[in-house]
């Protein structure tokens, strides 16, 4: 496994992987879902090259940039043990050598909703970098995790909207045993908060079981709301919806997604899981 730290050593590298080349971008700080995201780029592509870059563009003036865990040490021993062929790993100043770019990627309608409306601009910044690291990794495959649905469904849309040479693959969510799904601000949480942050799968999971029986929409987001404020006391929710795989706005009948965020203590959660509903009548 190679580590490169430029553009230029990048260049070098990217030029030496013949055949498919599968991109899995992370800011660092990788555990058991970004290993998943590692498997199946493994399994689905010939090379695969991992980023590992925390991006100041998605961070908004109270949140935790500064805060955020670096660990490029045991990031770097996880991508070895996935099989990662390459890992780019810039400074700041390497990805943006003039500072803040004035340029950047609009996300739309979508970008100012659920997360883009609790974190105006996040989405400015993530597809930005998204479509930096495309241009400069060139990869045939890109793998974005679930559990981040909102910025799964906007990368696919880039790509699709910009003509971006690339297919986006969606990793299912990678949970705990009991249910939370894994996050690197999972770190943060105390006991006290960790099982309070157990209202979030627990609110997905009554939606789903009010879907698998047949439901209608409200009462299956009855049953999720009903799921969350009975949990552990200690998470204070942000929003919890139904809407279609594509989170575009209407009637949602057949194949929907339920998705959750939530504050618990000072860290911020967020989840989702896919659902059906049965046929209107």
Request: negative net charge.
């Amino acid at each position: 496994m190679e580590l490169v730290r430029t553009r230029e050593e990048l260049t070098t590298a990217r030029a030496g992987l013949t055949g498919t080349v599968g991109v899995v971008m992370t800011m660092g700080a990788l555990h058991a879902g970004h290993e998943a995201l590692l498997r199946a780029a493994r399994e689905q592509a010939d090379h695969v090259l991992v980023t590992i870059f925390v991006n100041p563009l998605q961070f908004g003036p109270t949140e935790d940039f500064d805060r955020y865990p670096r660990t490029l040490d045991a990031d770097l021993e996880v991508c070895r043990r996935a099989g990662a062929d390459v890992v780019f790993a810039p400074e700041r100043d390497e990805m943006y050598p003039d500072g803040e770019p004035r340029v950047r990627v609009d996300p739309g309608r979508l970008g100012g909703e659920l997360e883009g409306q609790s974190r105006p601009g996040f989405f400015h910044g993530v597809l930005t970098v998204v479509l930096k690291l495309f241009q400069l990794t060139r990869p045939d495959l890109a793998f974005f995790g679930e559990k981040d649905y909102q910025q799964l469904t906007l990368v696919r849309r880039m790509a699709r909207d910009l003509d971006v040479p690339v297919r986006v693959v969606g990793v299912p969510t990678v949970r705990e045993p009991d249910g939370l799904a894994l996050s690197s601000r999972n770190r943060y949480l105390s006991p006290e908060e960790r099982a309070a942050a157990l209202s979030l799968s627990a609110a997905l999971r009554a939606g789903a079981e009010a879907a698998e029986q047949g439901r209608d929409a409200g009462a299956v987001l009855a049953a999720a709301h009903g799921a969350f404020g009975a949990g552990t006391p200690g998470a204070r929710l942000d929003y919890l919806v139904l809407t279609d795989p594509d989170l575009e706005p209407g009637p949602v009948s057949g194949p929907a997604r339920l998705l959750v965020a939530a504050w618990v203590g000072t860290t911020r959660l967020i989840d989702n899981m896919p659902i059906r509903l049965a046929p209107r009548s």
